[in-house]
């Protein structure tokens, strides 16, 4: 079996965001593998050590510096790394184009995907991309287990958890719980630089983007900031309860 | 037509069904506002909307007794496309932001996902969307016959029920076989109200010290209050509270009028999930922790002391 599995490339979340001429400016700043697709990653990783025979391929689309991603994920144990290169900014419909032709191309059966994107807060690519594929789609995964062609295991759900099983080909989005992924011990990364790193452009794709992005800005709503001195419990209590009700009008 | 995707839950229409339908106003495309009621034993629901859109499709159907993200995508991408929709409203819960995504490569259109606002200028729909934890607020365009637009909870105004009762019509929808088994269902039943629909939230972190300081502190203020509870994804990890009730990147989005925050440190992620909450309240003994910056109230002190003190007065 083979498995896809989505690496992006994001802002660190200790950094702080930089805007330059509207737009996020990463320069300078710490990347990181997405923490979801590092759950998927692992997941992929663990299907395969389970006994099933099993590769797995990352997934980068984006600027060079992804493929410092790429080789992270690969020091973790994944078998080798496609790369589509690219400077554009792509929205997640547009980028499922991407992922199901790669999943297609490389005869995937299972497809792992950040829950939702620690950059665009997004949740649409991995639904998108089983859309495209006509497969089934689970998000918000947190257990898994492959039994021959089926998959079981749980998720969260509007309310509450669900337990469900699906058959392969199917497209798995993470949630924390999934796992604890593994850190890239130094062995490891000295074998993932041999490891093939693939790179293809986006043109080679033929589509279209679906978005247009016009501009980004850090808004901090202004906040009061009345912040009382606790020593006296019960007079600091009154008067925020005060605050609150007379000032604020929050609380009956 | 603007087709809105009507959200319910235990019988009740939810609040975003209300905020879309004000969302659709407020944009004023051509053609009726029009809600599309999926389920099983919905009649209640659709009489119920049916005072706020212009007309009320209705798919009544024991196969839709139970969501499905390839179910509803269909469902919705039919009538979408039988309605020439110019429009399509799905709230921003976590089944709309599931299914969204596939209506959107059915009908070969962009997606505008939570959304905080939507505008629309000759044709083409700006949206602003928060990104990078919410951190960010970016600007982005569709233009193209038909857009997907998910809107985030509480960012629109609700519209109100009038006098004028809707039509509704009967839809046959061509359903495909559901793939995905749910094999069980785990509820956390709560008696309190729900967190995206209430309108005070108390929330806590590490800092109330057990799972028995959160009961008392934290359900103890929700309970005078008659608010929600939330947690941190510190204490649902340590299993001191269910994760239904976290708050946060990979927890729910909460956007109340009052936020109070006990013994929360403000982590970048738990602070993407509240964060523009409308009044934020922090209790903390830190005086230098993250939540303070983004506070427009609070007290440095011991929650022991501080939160007790506060049902006291509540009390009086």
């Known amino acids: 079996m083979r498995i896809l599995t989505l690496v992006r490339q994001v802002l660190d979340a200790e950094e702080s965001v930089r805007i330059r001429d509207g737009e996020v400016d990463l320069n300078g700043s710490k990347l990181v593998v997405d923490t979801m697709d590092e759950y998927g990653v692992e997941q992929a990783l663990r299907v395969r050590e389970s006994g099933v025979e099993a590769e797995v391929i990352a997934l980068a689309v984006g600027p060079e510096r992804n493929q410092d991603a790429l080789r992270t994920v690969l020091a973790m144990g994944a078998d080798r790394a496609i790369h589509v290169m690219t400077e554009l900014m792509l929205d997640p419909i547009f980028l499922s184009q991407v992922v199901a032709q790669v999943a297609q191309n490389e005869n995937v059966e299972l497809i792992f995907c950040g829950g939702q994107q620690a950059d665009w807060d997004s949740h649409a690519l991995g639904a998108a991309t089983a859309e495209r594929l006509q497969w089934p789609q689970i998000t918000w995964t947190n257990g898994l287990e492959v039994h021959g062609q089926t998959l079981t295991g749980k998720h969260d759900a509007e309310d509450g958890s669900e337990t469900f099983s699906v058959e392969l080909p199917a497209v798995i989005t993470t949630q924390q719980g999934l796992n604890e992924p593994r850190y890239p011990t130094v062995p490891n990364i000295m074998k993932a630089k041999k490891k093939e790193l693939r790179v293809e452009t986006l043109e080679q794709f033929h589509i279209g983007p679906k978005l247009k992005f016009l501009s980004a800005e850090v808004q901090a709503k202004t906040r009061l900031h009345k912040i009382l001195d606790g020593k006296d419990a019960p007079a600091a209590a009154a008067e925020l309860v005060r605050l609150l009700r007379h000032e604020a009008r929050v609380i009956a | ?316």
């Open chain 2, 1 to 316: 037509m603007i087709l809105v995707v009507v959200e319910y839950a235990n019988g009740k229409v939810s609040k975003s069904t209300y905020e879309m339908a004000g969302c659709a106003r407020q944009l004023g495309r051509e053609g009726p506002v029009t809600a599309l009621v999926l389920g099983s034993g919905v009649a209640a629901i659709a009489s119920e909307v049916a005072l706020v859109f212009d007309q009320v499709l209705v798919a009544d159907h024991a196969d839709l007794a139970q969501y499905d993200a390839e179910v509803w995508a269909a469902a919705v991408a039919q009538i979408a496309r039988e309605g020439e929709a110019n429009t399509v409203l799905i709230g921003g819960s976590r089944s709309g932001r599931e299914y969204s995504p596939r209506v959107a490569v059915k009908l070969d259109a962009p997606l505008l996902e939570d959304a905080i606002s939507v505008v629309d200028a000759n044709g083409t729909l700006t949206a602003e969307r928060y990104t990078y934890l919410a951190r960010v607020t970016e600007k982005v365009e569709a233009d193209a016959p038909v857009v997907v637009v998910t809107i985030k909870q509480g960012a629109f105004t609700a519209a109100m029920p009038g006098n004028q009762v809707a039509e509704q019509f009967d839809v046959d929808l061509n359903l495909p076989q559901r793939r995905v088994q749910i094999t069980g269902k785990a509820t956390e039943k709560s008696s309190r109200i729900a967190l995206t629909e209430a309108d005070i939230v108390v929330s806590g972190g590490r800092g109330v010290g057990s799972a028995e300081g959160f009961a008392t502190l934290v359900e103890g203020l929700a309970d005078q209050l008659g608010a929600a509870v939330g947690a941190t994804r510190a204490i649902v990890d340590a299993g001191w509270r269910p994760y239904q009730e976290q708050v946060g990147q990979t927890g729910k989005t909460v956007q109340p009028k009052a936020y109070i925050a006990i013994g929360i440190s403000g982590a970048v992620q738990h602070l993407s999930g509240m964060s523009k909450s409308k009044c934020i309240v922090a209790i903390n003994k830190d005086a230098d922790a993250p939540i303070f910056k983004i506070s427009d109230y609070g007290i440095v002190g011991d929650v022991n002391q501080i939160v007790p003190a506060m049902i006291a007065e509540l009390q009086k």
